[in-house]
Nanobody, 121 residues
Framework: QVHVVESGGGLVQPGGSLKLSCAAS????????MGWYRQAPGKQRELVAA???????NYADNVKGRFTISRDNAKNTVYLQMSSLKPEDTAVYYC???????????????WGQGTQVTVSS
C-alpha cells in the first residue's frame, strides 16, 4: 500500500558529501515518522537518523554534526545530507517510513530497497 524508493547513493571520496532522498507513495493519510538506517557488510542494521512529522530529529552518535535529516511533508519525502564522509560510513542505506493509511488505522512500517553508499579514495 505504501511504496518507498531511495535515491542518491554512490561512490564518494573521504571528506566528501552526498545527499540521499526517499519518496513514499501510495495510500498515505499521515507519516508520523521517517528515518534512515544503514547496514554494512557483516554488521547489523542500525539507525542513522529519524525525523517526526513535526520536525523533531534523532541521530546516531557517530553521525552527529556530519549528517542532517530533513523532510518535505507535502511531498512525503525525507532527505539525508551527509558531509565529512568517512570510509566507515560505507553501507547500504535504507529508508523507513511509519505511515497510516486512514485516520483510524494503526501505523505500519514500510522499507525501501536500499541504496549503496561507498566512501573510498
Amino acid at each position: 500500500q505504501v511504496h518507498v524508493v531511495e535515491s542518491g547513493g554512490g561512490l564518494v571520496q573521504p571528506g566528501g558529501s552526498l545527499k540521499l532522498s526517499c519518496a513514499a507513495s501510495g495510500i498515505i493519510f499521515s507519516m508520523p515518522a521517517m528515518g534512515w538506517y544503514r547496514q554494512a557488510p557483516g554488521k547489523q542494521r542500525e539507525l542513522v537518523a529519524a525525523i517526526s512529522s513535526g520536525g523533531s530529529t534523532n541521530y546516531a552518535d557517530n553521525v552527529k554534526g556530519r549528517f542532517t535529516i530533513s523532510r518535505d511533508n507535502a511531498k512525503n519525502t525525507v532527505y539525508l545530507q551527509m558531509s565529512s564522509l568517512k570510509p566507515e560510513d560505507t553501507a547500504v542505506y535504507y529508508c523507513k517510513t511509519v505511515a497510516r493509511n486512514s485516520p483510524g488505522s494503526f501505523p505500519a512500517e514500510y522499507w525501501g530497497q536500499g541504496t549503496q553508499v561507498t566512501v573510498s579514495s
